[in-house]
T-cell receptor, first 113, second 115 residues
Framework: SQQGEEDPQALSIQEGENATMNCSYKTSINNLQWYRQNSGRGLVHLILIRSNEREKHSGRLRVTLDTSKKSSSLLITASRAADTASYFCATALANQAGTALIFGKGTTLSVSS | DTEVTQTPKHLVMGMTNKKSLKCEQHMGHRAMYWYKQKAKKPPELMFVYSYEKLSINESVPSRFSPECPNSSLLNLHLHALQPEDSALYLC??????????????FGPGTRLTVL
């Protein structure tokens, strides 16, 4: 079963507004990553937050992680039309020597100008 | 070079055909992955290669056969596919296969249609 579940499934905003996406997961993790995918293309890594971190920033991106609630959020500030894409959280399961990422269902973000 | 390339970009094949997907990276990564992605769904892991050895096979049907000839190349051989196998096939690589610490670099994918 999928580890991560994002909400909302779809989000439509105007340019300049902030976009917040949430991800919940079920079991202990080593880290959580966020990826972006433009329509029909490959995924692009955005940010990685480790299980012992609570918040991380990268440019207009802010990610939080609450391991007690098993949840993470991705905030995109001052959104642009180019931010239109699907966003996936991906978890790396803990306590395994080599682990693969398990992707959540994703949030589709539409930013209109 | 921080790019993962995949060929072909599009592939249409019949159920009796044999075809191969190719993936290449020159970043010195020692882990490579195949994912399958259906429309409006997340990528699903198929195979993981670590140091050219198969580490994970996620119960993928034998009509999909992966091959890692060297550290830069990853192939996916296709034979006797079904129409439900139509999807975007994504290749990815990461520095190492170790507790998911390393970000994965994805190729643009091969859009496969099985008739």
């Amino acid at each position: 079963s999928q580890q991560g579940e994002e909400d909302p499934q779809a989000l439509s905003i105007q340019e300049g507004e902030n976009a917040t996406m949430n991800c919940s997961y079920k079991t202990s993790i080593n880290n959580l990553q966020w990826y972006r995918q433009n329509s029909g293309r490959g995924l692009v890594h955005l940010i990685l937050i480790r299980s012992n971190e609570r918040e991380k920033h990268s440019g207009r991106l802010r990610v939080t992680l609450d391991t007690s609630k098993k949840s993470s959020s991705l905030l995109i500030t001052a959104s642009r039309a180019a931010d239109t894409a699907s966003y996936f959280c991906a978890t790396a399961l803990a306590n395994q020597a080599g682990t693969a990422l398990i992707f959540g269902k994703g949030t589709t973000l539409s930013v209109s100008s | 070079d921080t790019e993962v390339t995949q060929t072909p970009k599009h592939l249409v094949m019949g159920m009796t055909n044999k075809k191969s997907l190719k993936c290449e990276q020159h970043m010195g990564h020692r882990a490579m992955y195949w994912y399958k992605q259906k429309a409006k769904k997340p990528p699903e892991l198929m195979f993981v290669y670590s140091y050219e050895k198969l580490s994970i096979n996620e119960s993928v049907p034998s009509r999909f056969s992966p091959e890692c000839p060297n550290s830069s190349l990853l192939n996916l051989h296709l034979h006797a596919l079904q129409p439900e196998d139509s999807a975007l096939y994504l290749c990815a690589s990461s520095l190492l296969y170790s507790q998911g610490e390393n970000e994965q670099f994805f190729g643009p994918g091969t859009r496969l249609t099985v008739l």
